[in-house]
């Protein structure tokens, strides 16, 4: 009877041995450590599919600047995807609940499905303005108040121009700007079609969106200066500088939004910088 239960339970030790063995093994296969956190060849490789262009040197830096920013959410009690493993786990959790909330014709905020890569950036990007809330608690009023002391440069309101912008063959706008001009001449010259245009405050927008490539030139355009000559196809066109106002400078009640989050965002990259600094890192 005896030699009966000691062969089943001979046997269940010789199971829990090489299970323990399994498991010591599987836990010393990693490539990198990161504060003691190990990643797997597994999670390596997905981080070379997350960031396909980057070298091994440039790819270590990025795990490292990735990692650090889940760990220090961890730590700050945020929700977080700390690892490869989890962040399997969790994709299917979401894709699955997705697909019960559009079977309801209910509203799926995000993608409807995620793959990995998607999954993970959006994860991470959450977990990053998470922290950036916490850091931005940092960031006092008197911090703001000296910033814009400093920087005052920054915030004045763009130069407010009356312009000409004016079209023609480009042999005649060369010669135009070597002539003296005057708003007569180029509203009575035959050779050319001219358009009275403005830029400022309220313009800037439609510059950006329609004519970005020709708002640097304009920009520092002084009253009687031609700009250079624009060519598309047989298109060719200048800018004839009338007037010119110089911007004003908005006041701190106006721009202390745009303050705040410069210094938030200056403050969370100093953080980050910190924290991969400080980091322990092995690599294998």
Request: charged share 35%; net charge positive; hydrophobic share 35%.
């Amino acid at each position: 009877m005896k030699e009966k239960l000691k062969k089943p339970v001979f046997i269940l030790l010789v199971g829990l041995i090489l299970l323990m063995a399994g498991l010591i093994w599987r836990n010393s296969q990693w490539v990198m450590k990161v504060n003691d956190q190990k990643i797997s060849e597994t999670e390596y490789t997905f981080y070379q599919k997350l960031y396909p262009r980057l070298d091994e040197k440039a790819l270590a830096k990025q795990i490292v600047e990735d990692k650090v920013q889940l760990q220090q959410a961890k730590k700050q009690k945020i929700e977080t995807i700390p690892d490869y493993k989890t962040l399997q786990k969790k994709l299917k959790t979401v894709n699955q609940e997705n697909e019960r909330k559009i079977k309801k014709k209910q509203v799926v905020y995000g993608l409807r499905t995620y793959d990995e890569v998607s999954f993970y950036r959006y994860s991470l990007s959450n977990t990053i303005n998470e922290l950036k809330k916490i850091g931005a608690k940092d960031i006092t009023p008197k911090m703001m108040r000296s910033y814009y002391d400093k920087h005052q440069s920054e915030f004045k309101e763009i130069d407010a121009k009356e312009l000409y912008r004016v079209s023609g063959k480009k042999s005649t706008l060369e010669q135009l700007r070597k002539e003296d001009t005057t708003q007569e001449k180029l509203i009575t010259h035959s050779g050319i079609t001219s358009e009275q245009v403005t830029l400022n405050e309220t313009t800037l927008r439609d510059w950006i969106k329609y004519r970005e490539d020709d708002l640097s030139a304009v920009n520092d355009l002084s009253i009687g200066e031609w700009s250079v000559v624009f060519d598309i196809a047989d298109k060719s066109w200048s800018y004839y500088c009338l007037s010119n106002k110089a911007g004003e400078l908005q006041s701190f009640e106006v721009v202390k939004e745009k303050i705040a989050l410069r210094l938030e965002k200056e403050h969370y990259q100093a953080n980050v910088k910190k924290w991969v600094k400080q980091a322990e890192v092995e690599v294998k």
